[in-house]
């Protein structure tokens, strides 16, 4: 395989438009193929979330609480493969440029327990890694050993395997330039936080918890406190901007670029 791995997540608000149901953001998605193929980081495990092609579906039918009456089965379905049309849409972008992208469902390989994860297969995975391939995973409704089904996030995939992998770093990839002292669409005083200690983070999941929620797997404050058990590794952690042009590029090649460093 050859070297630490970098994982990079890619945000469901950046690679679909949050605000219209059921669309992804095609130019986003293939800027980013660009972007990673001129990055030329190996090993590299990519992430995505559904942003507005599966969490609208996920909403309605309340997947994330499991399994509660029959008619939820429907949404547990279209749920999945909301991810996996989107997922094969960013396949395409990847293989366009000629890189060997392959999909790991979660969904098959994944079990939790309330919501976490309790037990992953990562063989094929690792296998892939060592011919050269690069892994594309995605949130995902899974099966959960307790609720029956529940919602997976990319975050919570992106911790296990940056702390079960000893990853080189994470890079999170959403449509702010990272985190800010206020929401950034709402208050224009909002400053960006360049820095964040690890302790900081703490406080504030402490003082707010997660109020902050704005979709089915949490709001930037739930995104980034599922990353805790990867930062308290001392794994590097950097929120960039990813509709904004080579920031991700910069990102995973381990170059200074605007953003949120979590240390």
């Known amino acids: 395989m050859g070297g630490k791995i970098t994982i990079l997540k890619l945000g469901g608000s950046a690679i679909t438009v949050k605000k219209k149901a059921f669309t992804p953001n095609l130019n986003v998605i293939n800027r980013l193929a660009l972007e990673i193929k ?9 992430v995505h979330g559904g942003g507005s092609m599966a969490h ?3 909403k ?4 994330k609480e499991g399994y509660k009456r029959r008619g939820q089965l ?13 997922n094969e849409l960013i396949l395409d972008a990847l293989i366009e440029q000629g890189l060997p992208a392959v999909n790991v469902q979660p969904s098959a390989c994944v079990v939790t327990e309330n919501g976490r994860i309790r037990s992953m297969e990562i063989k094929p995975l690792l296998e892939l890694l060592k011919l050269g391939c690069i892994p594309v995973l995605h949130g995902d409704a899974v099966f959960d050993a307790v609720l029956g089904f ?3 996030s990319g975050d919570q995939l992106v911790a296990n395997l940056a702390v079960n992998l000893d990853a080189e770093r994470i890079v999170l990839g959403v449509d702010v330039d990272g985190i800010y002292t206020a929401d950034p669409k709402l208050d224009p005083k909002a400053k960006l936080i360049k820095t964040m200690s690890i302790e900081k983070l703490k406080d504030i999941q402490n003082k707010i918890g997660n109020s902050l929620a704005d ?7 739930g995104k980034v406190v599922e990353l805790l058990p ?10 960039v901007n990813a509709t904004k042009p080579n920031r991700v590029c ?7 670029v605007a953003g949120t460093v979590i240390q």
């Open 38 to 46: 001129k990055a030329d980081v190996h090993p590299l495990i990519i």
């Open 56 to 58: 609208p579906i996920a």
């Open 60 to 63: 309605k039918f309340k997947i």
């Open 74 to 86: 429907m949404g547990f379905a279209e749920t999945h493969y909301a991810m996996v049309k989107l």
């Open 150 to 152: 529940t919602i997976l």
């Open 215 to 221: 979709d089915v797997t949490g709001g930037m404050l």
């Open 230 to 239: 990867a930062i308290e590794q001392k794994i590097p952690t950097i929120i």
């Open 250 to 256: 910069k990102a995973i090649r381990g170059e200074k």
